[in-house]
């Protein structure tokens, strides 16, 4: 199996639905992108059109290149484009994968559509990839998003200090969490009994 073959796939469950991105998508996402709280730990900003364009080209090229894996999350209650996720820093040798890149609009942060994306996207990544771990990482002053990676079961792992340049000047620490193969059957039955509201 070829994870860049087989990664970008379509999933579904009764909540929402991920499909590769495609340019049909990029009028559905300015649509919702043009909020600064979204923005706010990511390592670049989306404040204008051009903004936009130069991050939707890039997700583009990334996806077709095989760097990442970008899926369009569709909220199935209201048939609306939610915001996206990725599989990225793909090593199939080493059997390990990030989601990241993970983006909601307003609209649809808090309604547990983040929980369900992800859900889906660990099970694609152990049950049909193969991966024997996943990984994700943070900004470490970005709690909602620690707090949610904490409620989908990843462990938290340690901070690397000063990883990357942030917008606003500051050097960003990075805080890695992960699941691995053999913590997923738990990780999966917990998620599916908890109540939908949840994040």
Known sequence: MAWRTDGP?????DHVRLAPVTEADREALRAIAFDPDIW????????????????FDASLADHRAGRRCVFVITD???????????????????????????????????????????V??????FERLGALRVEFK???????????????????EGVLR???????????????????????PIVKKTLAERPKACP
Do not use: C
């Open 76 to 118: 199935k209650r209201t048939g609306r484009v939610a915001g996206s996720m990725s599989y990225s820093n793909l090593s199939e040798p080493d059997a390990r994968l990030e989601i990241g890149w993970s983006w909601l609009g307003r609209d649809f942060r808090g309604t547990g559509i983040n929980r369900w994306a992800k």
């Open 162 to 184: 000063s990883y990357n340049p942030m917008p606003d000047g500051r050097r960003r620490d990075a805080i890695y969490y992960s699941v691995l193969v053999e913590e997923w």
């Open 138 to 156: 943070t900004d470490v002053l970005n709690t909602q998003a620690r707090g949610g990676l904490r409620n989908i079961g990843a462990v938290e």
């Open 9 to 13: 796939a379509v999933l579904d469950n």
């Open 40 to 55: 706010r730990y990511f390592v670049f900003r989306v404040e204008s059109d051009a903004d936009f364009e130069a991050f």
């Open 120 to 125: 889906l996207l660990l099970e694609h990544a």
